[in-house]
């Protein structure tokens, strides 16, 4: 995302914004009535889809991944950060085949009246920070399907996947590609001993406001935890609306309570400044030759945690942590 907004800007800004989930309805999810329509529940109500749809507008910063996984292209999509074509990341980008979506931002909030011009028959607003009033906006102009409990930014990634796939008449196909991703991240741990009971940490590569983002124990760290890996108890400390920002200066309690550091390096100049850094090169991790960068694409795959992305970071996180380990 172009300056003045990063990834690290808006996750800092939207941190705490909640809603109340509605109950969710007896029926199965995704569960396709007489009339041939599906009803999703989510933190603004229920939406009825009356139809499989055709003309999908994928509103917030992750949704267009889980859409394509299913093979459903979306007329438009909205960019988040990394200046990919079409909004659109390397794991992700094949699926588009020779579509050529309008691409959105969040710069000035959720462009109401660009989708609108749009003709959607579905808006998809899972991360998008979506409001009541932007709600009623949207829905106003189609069907609409808002994030489905507490996080109106970042909820966790099966939910979104969940949500996603009942909206578009998939559900039971989404539930076996997450399904996959589990097993994958499974099978590596069992296939690395090596892993089990290793402390490993992922963190960004530079400050904002002095603090830097360190993945706390959750649903952002369980592929680490199906490898066998755990994450160190020092982040707890700093957990707050689920997150945890360490600032400078305790930075290093955190990493050297780690057998591994992760930093998500977007640029070669991003970790070479992060090297040149007299903090950097205390660290316990450093010292022992303990560090892994991660890369523009790896950093952004463990951003999306989609069901697309994942097998990116499984691809490639487990050879570098062996790496380090041996």
């Known amino acids: 995302m172009p300056p003045p907004w990063s990834r690290r800007t808006f996750l800092a800004m939207t941190a705490g914004l909640a809603l109340t989930a509605v109950a969710c309805g007896s029926d199965k999810p995704g569960t396709v009535a007489g009339d041939g329509s599906v009803t999703v529940t989510h933190a603004f109500g229920e939406t009825k889809i009356p139809s499989a749809p055709k003309r999908v507008v994928s509103a917030g910063l992750t949704e267009q ?34 579509a050529q979506p309008v691409v959105l931002n969040l710069v000035d909030g959720i462009s109401v009246d660009q989708i609108a011009a ?42 979104q996947a969940s949500t996603i796939g009942q909206a578009v008449f998939k559900f039971d196909e989404m539930t076996k590609l997450v399904e996959a991703v589990d097993a994958r991240f499974t099978e590596i741990g069992k296939n690395n001993s090596t892993f089990t009971g290793k402390k490993v940490v992922v963190v960004s590569a530079t400050a904002f406001q002095d ?39 305790k930075l290093a309690s955190v990493l ?6 992760v930093w998500k390096t977007e640029s070669d100049d991003e970790q070479a400044a992060l090297v040149a850094d007299p903090m950097f090169s205390g660290l316990k991790s450093t010292l022992a030759k303990r560090n892994v960068f991660t890369g523009k694409e790896l950093a952004g795959a463990l951003a999306f945690s989609s069901v697309l992305s994942y097998p990116v970071v499984a691809d490639r996180l487990p050879p570098m942590i062996s790496k380090v380990l041996t």
């Open 256 to 261: 050297d309570a780690a057998d591994v550091v």
């Open 65 to 98: 991944d889980d859409l394509l996984a299913l093979g459903v292209v979306p007329i438009a999509v909205t960019d988040w950060f990394g200046g990919e074509p079409f909004g659109t990341w390397p794991w992700a980008l094949p699926k588009l085949g020779t």
């Open 211 to 249: 603090q830097y983002d360190v993945t706390p124990p959750g649903w952002r760290t369980e592929f680490l935890t199906q490898m066998g890996f755990a994450v160190p108890d020092e982040v707890n400390a700093f957990v707050k609306n689920d997150r945890a920002q360490v600032p400078r200066d």
């Open 118 to 159: 749009l003709k959607p028959d579905l808006i998809v607003a899972t991360n998008a920070g979506l409001d009541a009033d932007t709600y009623a906006k949207l829905s106003a102009i189609a069907p609409t399907i808002a994030q489905s409990g507490q996080h109106a930014f970042f909820e966790p990634w099966k939910d």
